[in-house]
């Protein structure tokens, strides 16, 4: 592994708060090429890549320690009972909640959400009722609540965003009513890179006493998160977007909430006793976690914390910054591209459009440069509506990102320009 | 390189910066919109159909440069031909960019200057950016009073998730 100490930048002398060239040797993938170029990954907002420390800790409990959680008497039923909880653990800690029963293992940030429509939701909101989220939600964060309100003829309700992308919080305040059962946000924008002011949000929605919910997909990889220093009531994230392997994330809840909410599915592990005529709940967070989990995810999840945790989320804030800050001066230097998102607090996501140019024929003459973006409407097509484009070029970044990367996506950015105009 | 000069030939780019028959079309008796969720693209196809003859044709919308090209060779190769002849066209086409043709069919000459789409074969996410005038034409031609979306007449192929 990797010892990160502060490097010295070359080009401009300052000092660096990761050791970029050493840690992106932690990463099998990065060292391949694409189309015979190296790659240059710049999706991360949509997923990042594994470091080996990851993938070994999934192979490892393949090979030496995989059995089943929670039931057997044996001994890899044991050592994989054990691995799967000291991976909770670790994210507990991540995260910094009260207690690890608070931590529920889901298969992302989207069943996270799910979970506490379907069952906190079904629970609290009848007829009339309202929920608010923001105009610059990930379809995961519209949909669920969609389904919800028409199940229960209830009223999604909507605090706009600016111009700039940033959500106009000065508006909470009078969406709120004696109806309101849940506010539902982002932390970070997937589309826009805008960072939400979830405290204050938090604290105008606790002031009329509404819960607040929080979809920390684009933030947990990104910046250092404290769900109680928050004061959220519910915060989902998801596994793959934060180095670790697909197929897991996690809900936090406050226990209080998990304690009062049904369980989400039926089936084993989430009871304690069954006859036909009763069956008990198990005690959290097993309530939630019916049927056999992903266990190797879930240890791979606690490796990714780990890796995380040893660099230090804090220094990756600042790298994913001064990177963000040096990508959007070199884009804007370009004729005729145009940022989109341009709030005063941003981090990791610099979406942008070419006029003439679609971005999907940027992206596809940048695949050919080995350069990986997203290009679409990100699911998030309320925003791209607000803006009045169809789609939009996104570069998102990780802690292994580097200025040279960002040169070869200028670079790229420019053949773009002389092949469409 | 090679691939991405295939793909956006000269013909191609320059029917997306000037699409031919582009715009409302007057006295159109059918017509349809498609949707790419993908790239979210919209383009509607307005056809003057009489006695099963394409007599007229037109479309508008915004694409990439793929489909704004399709849409634009598109609607020259059909215009006057009858109906049962364009969606033959399009079968052709189809096999064409999706690399189901066998040696015969790849210099079709029925296909005529649509062929300068065979590179798209080897980029299978931008097959429905090709297609979506197609399909959208083919729902006008059949009446079809509702909006075609590539993900239910392609496939999902590539993304339409992941945040």
């Known amino acids: ?421 | 390189m090679g691939e991405l000069r295939e793909l956006y030939q000269e013909v191609i780019l320059d029917h997306s910066k000037r699409p031919r028959n582009f715009g409302e079309l007057a006295g159109a008796n059918r017509r349809a919109e498609g949707y790419n969720p993908l790239c979210g693209d919209r383009e509607t196809v307005f056809v003057r159909l009489e006695d099963d003859v394409l007599e007229d044709i037109g479309f508008r919308g915004t694409g990439c440069a793929i489909s704004t090209a399709s849409a634009s060779m598109m609607t020259d190769a059909v215009k006057g031909r009858t109906r049962a002849e364009a969606e033959a066209l399009f079968e052709c086409f189809h096999r064409l960019i999706t690399g189901q043709d066998g040696e015969k069919e790849r210099g079709a000459p029925e296909l005529g200057k649509l062929t300068v789409f065979s590179g798209v074969r080897e980029f299978p996410v931008r097959v429905k950016c090709a297609t979506l005038p197609w399909h959208t034409l083919k729902a006008a031609l059949a009446g079809v009073d509702r909006t075609v979306s590539t993900e239910l007449t392609e496939g999902p192929k590539a993304e339409s998730g992941g945040g």
């Open chain 1, 1 to 421: 592994m990797s010892t990160v100490l502060p490097a010295r930048d070359r080009s401009e002398g300052r000092h660096l708060p990761l050791d970029v060239e050493a840690l992106r040797r932690d990463f099998p993938i990065l060292a391949r090429k694409v189309h015979g170029r190296p790659l240059v990954y710049l999706d991360n907002a949509a997923t990042t890549q594994k470091p080996e420390s990851v993938i070994e800790a999934v192979a490892h409990m393949y090979r030496h320690s995989y059995g089943n959680v929670h039931r057997g008497v044996h001994q890899l039923s044991v050592e994989a009972t054990d691995a799967c909880e000291q991976a909770r653990e670790k994210v507990r800690a991540f995260v910094n909640a009260a207690e690890a029963r608070e931590i529920v293992f889901v298969r992302g940030t989207t069943e996270g959400i799910n979970l506490v429509a379907q069952t906190f939701g079904r629970q609290r909101v009848h007829e009339g009722d309202e929920i608010v989220i923001t105009a610059l939600e990930h379809h995961s964060n519209i949909v669920p609540w969609q389904l919800l309100c028409d199940e229960k003829k209830a009223h999604l309700k909507v605090l706009p965003i600016d111009r700039t992308g940033e959500v106009r919080v000065e508006e909470l305040e009078r969406l709120l009513t004696p109806r309101t059962r849940l506010v539902s946000v982002a932390h970070v924008s997937n589309a826009l890179g805008t960072l939400l002011p979830v405290r204050r949000i938090v604290e105008i929605a606790h002031a009329r006493g509404v819960p607040v919910a929080i979809d920390g997909a684009q933030a947990v990889p990104r910046l250092a998160v404290d769900v109680r220093e928050i004061g959220c009531d519910f915060y989902a994230f998801s596994s793959h977007k934060m180095y670790g392997p697909t197929g897991v994330g996690v809900l936090y809840g406050r226990e209080e909430l998990l304690e009062a909410m049904p369980p989400y599915q039926g089936g084993g592990d989430m009871i304690s006793s069954v006859t036909f005529e009763k069956t008990t709940w198990n005690v959290l967070p097993y309530k939630f976690e019916a049927g056999t989990p992903d266990i190797a995810g879930a240890i791979g999840l606690g490796a990714a914390v780990d890796y995380l945790t040893r660099i230090g989320v804090e220094n990756v804030t600042a790298h994913e910054e001064e990177l963000l800050d040096y990508a959007t001066r070199s884009l804007s230097a370009l004729p005729g591209l145009t940022v989109i998102g341009t709030a005063r607090e941003k981090i990791g996501v610099l979406s942008f459009t070419m006029a003439g140019i679609h971005p999907h024929d940027i992206g596809t003459v940048l695949d050919q440069e080995g350069i990986a973006i997203r290009t679409g409407h990100h699911c998030a097509q309320p925003v791209m509506e607000f803006f009045g484009i169809p789609a939009t070029a996104r570069a998102s970044l990780a802690l292994y990102n580097t200025r040279e990367e960002i040169d070869a996506l200028t670079e790229g950015l420019r053949k773009v320009e002389r092949m469409f105009r």
